[in-house]
């Protein structure tokens, strides 16, 4: 943590240091919230917890701005935990392990936790310097964000009493973020039977690697490869070819993570498994190039494995394959109204098979509700052709645009006034909890913004150290030019 001791600025990065010292995936952010409201109380601030768990900590205006509009700064409590595979971290006991790589802080074989830790630690900070001036100020720490926005569904009316609420979630400097996509759950369960693997048979574990993987949000424009899609791809097209039996396929462990890695464990004639090798190299051709680009490090193996267990009949191993090989992933449609930004998609985020069941997870994200009636309806079709049980769950609204709105207008001119450009008034594709934040509080005018954060979601996550610089400057002079209510 030494190196994240001389950056600038300091409180910030002093802060961020501990958060990535406290281990705090979704589900698991009990000791940094412990630590946040004793660090709270410390210092003398007014600290709450809701029933969810939020922290709301109050700090009084800087002397002769007690009449200005009183301001919430907002960021989420925990992390998505991914790592590559040979990286042994267990996220939920061990600290993220930051280093400086040239202008780019990154982690050592696992996510940073700069989304949303970075946008967490500046409010933080903001707590603490005595420097930043600033109106009535409010920071919201929510629960649960990357695994299903808990903490934002859960927030209650008349907890907050600011006016303007700025999320600091954002992953792009020089753009200033005014709305976003909603989002709904979907899974597909696949009844599955059994038999026994015939005698003859050897058993091996195919393995699709080296994927970039990423946000399936704001990542999902790029094309990268779906590790589940891929290798789906592969036995629908060489299963019966090489009389393929499947036993087991795993693939991804966060729906809104685009998956990186996928594995099948499958059995095989033993006169065919040279068969199956030649039809991997084939296949890696194929990958290579049609991905290599965006995912040139994209690797197909086959090993022996100690697995056992019964095969799927060939008729549930081929309308597993048949639906997650079918089932659509990406962008399903692009936006009429704001250019350049993704309308509509769906990732493919689980797949797993248990002993009797096969299920498929996806997120569907878009800025338009139909949008996502449109691809719930497609997989409900889906579903029925291959007799599978499906249900959406768990729908947040998206973060309607408001060209009106004030604080958006104040942002852009100070960003002017800052640094000689306009920046970049974005929607953004990726889920924001700002949606939810309008059922409790119509009124509360709104805006995004933060650092430049590559990778999210993926172990290749990295923050541009920088742009950390700029978003402290952009969030510490805004908060200073809030107007009077």
């Not at 630690?121 to 603490?128: H, K, M, Q, R």
């Not at 929510?142 to 934002?152: D, H, L, P, V």
């Amino acid at each position: 943590m030494s190196e994240l001791s001389q950056l600038s600025p300091q409180p910030l990065w002093d802060f961020f240091a501990k958060i990535c010292s406290i281990p705090h995936p979704s589900y698991h952010e009990e000791a940094l919230a412990t630590y946040i409201v004793e660090w709270a109380n410390e210092q003398q601030l007014w600290c709450e917890r809701d029933a969810t768990g939020n922290i709301l900590i109050r700090k009084p205006a800087t002397t002769g701005m007690e009449n200005r509009k009183p301001v919430a700064l907002q960021a989420h409590l925990d992390m998505v935990p991914q790592k590559n595979n040979a990286t042994e971290h267990d996220f939920a006991r061990d600290p993220i392990q930051p280093w400086v790589d040239g202008e780019w802080l990154k982690a050592r074989g696992t996510t940073l936790g700069a989304d949303n830790g970075i946008g967490m630690a500046s409010a933080l900070a903001v707590l603490a310097d005595e420097q930043v001036e600033h109106g009535p100020l409010e920071v919201l720490l929510t629960m649960t964000e990357e695994a299903g926005m808990e903490g934002a569904f859960g927030l209650q009316p008349n907890w907050l009493q600011a006016e303007i609420l700025i999320n600091t979630d954002s992953e792009e400097e020089g753009e200033v973020y005014m709305g976003c996509a909603g989002g709904i759950d979907f899974l597909s369960e696949l009844t599955i039977q059994r038999e026994a693997i015939p005698a003859d048979y050897q058993i091996l574990e195919v393995s699709l690697k080296g994927l970039r993987g990423g946000h399936s949000g704001a990542d999902i424009h790029l094309g990268l490869g779906n590790a589940t899609k891929l290798l789906a791809r592969f036995f629908a097209e060489y299963r019966d070819h090489l009389e393929l039996r499947l036993v087991d396929f795993k693939g991804g462990n966060l729906r809104n993570a685009i998956p990186r890695e996928a594995n099948a464990v499958v059995a095989i004639a033993t006169e065919h498994a040279p068969r199956l090798k030649q039809a991997l190299n084939e296949y890696l051709v194929v990958l290579q190039n049609e991905v290599a680009p965006k995912d040139k490090n994209v690797t197909l193996e086959v090993q022996p494995t100690s697995h056992t267990g019964q095969a799927l009949t060939v008729e549930s191993r081929d309308r597993f394959i048949n639906l997650l090989n079918a089932t659509p992933n990406g962008v399903i449609r692009n936006s009429d109204v704001a250019p350049g930004v993704v309308e509509t998609s769906l990732n493919i985020g689980i797949v797993a098979l248990e002993e009797d069941q096969a299920k498929i997870y996806c997120l569907i994200r878009s800025l338009i509700d139909s949008g996502q009636d449109y691809v719930v309806s497609m997989l409900h079709s889906l579903g029925s052709l291959a007799n599978a049980k499906t249900q959406a769950s768990g729908s947040y609204p998206g973060w309607q645009p408001d060209a009106d709105s004030a604080i958006m207008a104040l942002t852009r001119e100070i960003y002017l006034d800052l640094f000689g450009k306009k920046p970049n008034i974005q929607v953004i594709h990726a889920g924001l909890e700002c949606g939810l934040f309008r059922k409790p509080y119509p009124q509360l005018d709104m805006v995004s913004i933060g650092p430049t954060i590559t990778g999210p979601h993926s172990p290749d996550e990295q923050v541009h150290i920088g742009s950390v610089a700029l978003y402290w400057q952009l969030l510490t002079t805004l908060l200073k030019a809030v107007p009077t209510k």
